[in-house]
T-cell receptor
C-alpha cells in the first residue's frame, strides 16, 4: 500500500460541533503532517509528528487538536471552528530524515471542510 | 527568512512549445527543493527533487545556488501537463515544507 488515505472526503459542521479528521498510511513512514489549503492557495503546514510525537505546531489555534495514536494513524480533532476555517485539510507522510537526507512527503487526497 | 517565490500565477503555452516555470528561493541553509504537481481532481504529488537530478515526464529542474533558482523546464509541452505546479523548499531539521504560491500551467492544443 503506497497511499495516504483520508476520511471523510467532505465534512460540513456547525460552529458548535466536534468532529475528527482521520489519516492513515501503511508505508512505514515515521513522520506525518497536517496541512491546510485554502482555495487557490498553497498548502500551509499546521502540525508535524515525528515518531508519534508532536515536533512542530505552527501556532495553530487550540480549536484544532492533533493526535497520533500510532505510527500509521493521524487524527485532527476539531471543536468550535469558525467559518474561516473552511478549507481542504491535507495529510502527508514521509520517512522523515536520515543522515541529513530528507525524504519526500506523500500527500493524501484531503478532506474538504465547510464550517457553517 | 525562508521564502519561495513563483512569479507567474498563470502560464499558458501551446502544445509542443517549450515550458519554463520559474521558482526562486530565500534560505540561509543548504537548500533542498522540490516540484510538486496537482492535476485536476487528483492529489498533490511529487514531480521532482533537486537532489535526485532525474527527468520525470520530460521535466527537469536544476538548482542554481548563485541565482537562488530552481526553474522547471520541459522542451516540448503536452496537453496532459496542464496542472497546478508548486515549488517547495524543505527546512532542514524541521521536516517543514514551504510552498510557493503555485503556477497554473495550461497547455493549449
Amino acid at each position: 500500500d503506497t497511499e495516504v488515505t483520508q476520511t471523510p472526503k467532505h465534512l460540513v459542521m456547525g460552529m458548535t460541533n466536534k468532529k475528527s479528521l482521520k489519516c492513515e498510511q501503511h508505508m512505514g513512514h515515521r513522520a506525518m503532517y497536517w496541512y491546510k489549503q485554502k482555495a487557490k492557495k498553497p498548502p500551509e503546514l499546521m502540525f508535524v509528528y515525528s515518531y508519534e510525537k508532536l515536533s512542530i505546531n505552527e501556532s495553530v489555534p487550540s480549536r484544532f487538536s492533533p493526535e497520533c495514536p500510532n505510527s500509521s494513524l493521524l487524527n485532527l480533532h476539531l471543536h468550535a471552528l469558525q467559518p474561516e476555517d473552511s478549507a481542504l485539510y491535507l495529510c502527508a507522510s514521509s520517512q522523515g530524515t536520515s543522515g541529513g537526507l530528507a525524504y519526500e512527503q506523500y500527500f493524501g487526497p484531503g478532506t474538504r471542510l465547510t464550517v457553517t | 527568512a525562508q521564502r519561495v517565490t513563483q512569479p507567474e500565477k498563470l502560464l499558458s503555452v501551446f502544445k509542443g512549445a517549450p515550458v519554463e516555470l520559474k521558482c526562486n528561493y530565500s534560505y540561509s541553509g543548504s537548500p533542498e527543493l522540490f516540484w510538486y504537481v496537482q492535476y485536476s481532481r487528483q492529489r498533490l504529488q511529487l514531480l521532482l527533487r533537486h537532489i535526485s537530478r532525474e527527468s520525470i515526464k520530460g521535466f527537469t529542474a536544476d538548482l542554481n545556488k548563485g541565482e537562488t533558482s530552481f526553474h522547471l523546464k520541459k522542451p516540448f509541452a503536452q496537453e496532459e501537463d496542464s496542472a497546478m505546479y508548486y515549488c517547495a523548499l524543505l527546512i532542514q531539521g524541521a521536516q517543514k515544507l514551504v510552498f510557493g504560491q503555485g503556477t497554473r500551467l495550461t497547455i493549449n492544443p
